[in-house]
């Protein structure tokens, strides 16, 4: 009878276990920049912005930047970019290719700095700050789910790590 329950609630340890798993050594990062000023010098701001990650002690963990039509900042992976950009002459294939090839080094990067980080650094040549506490959310998604045979449901589980920058006209240094 214990053999029985036991690998009746095999699964429900195995699949939680596997999912834990590969949601540490997975990730992707949102980062949303916010700038409370009024709208003729924010949009400024909205391109061409650096953003340095940094650890507790002040040192850069990530250099990043913002989208230059959106509030979003990207991380740059130190070998392979940000993978958001496309290179024209390249079939779709190839493309599509080398787009998924960036994006399986990003997933496995980002965890292993993600959680050193405790400031940001915004730089423009209008508005840099000093150094602003960011708190990073984790989130697991897919951390039941993973073995679903569905495009939209299925897929490896990985860790996506949320923050809002917000940037006040006080903090330009």
């Not at 190839?94 to 700095?113: D, I, M």
């Not at 789910?145 to 923050?163: Q, R």
Request: hydrophobic share 40%.
């Amino acid at each position: 009878m214990k053999k029985i329950v036991f690998i009746f609630l095999l699964p429900f340890i195995i699949v939680p276990a596997y999912g834990y798993f590969f949601s540490s050594l997975l990730g992707h990062t949102y980062f949303n920049i916010k700038y409370k000023m009024p709208n003729s010098i924010r949009k400024n701001y909205l391109s061409g912005a650096n953003v340095l990650f940094l650890d507790a002690k002040g040192e850069v963990v990530v250099k990043g930047a913002v989208h230059d039509k959106y509030d979003y900042v990207f991380t740059i992976h130190p070998e392979v970019g940000s993978c958001h950009k496309k290179e024209n002459g390249l079939s779709y294939d190839e493309q599509k290719r080398r787009t998924l090839a960036c994006s399986k080094k990003r997933a496995l990067w980002v965890p292993k700095w993600i959680n050193s980080v405790r400031y940001v650094k915004v730089i423009h040549e209008d508005c840099s700050t000093a150094n602003l506490p960011i708190k990073i959310k984790q989130i697991r998604v897919h951390l039941l789910t993973w073995w679903v045979p569905l495009v939209h449901v299925g897929g490896k589980p990985y860790s996506s790590y949320w923050s809002r920058i917000v940037v006040n006209e006080s903090d330009c240094l």
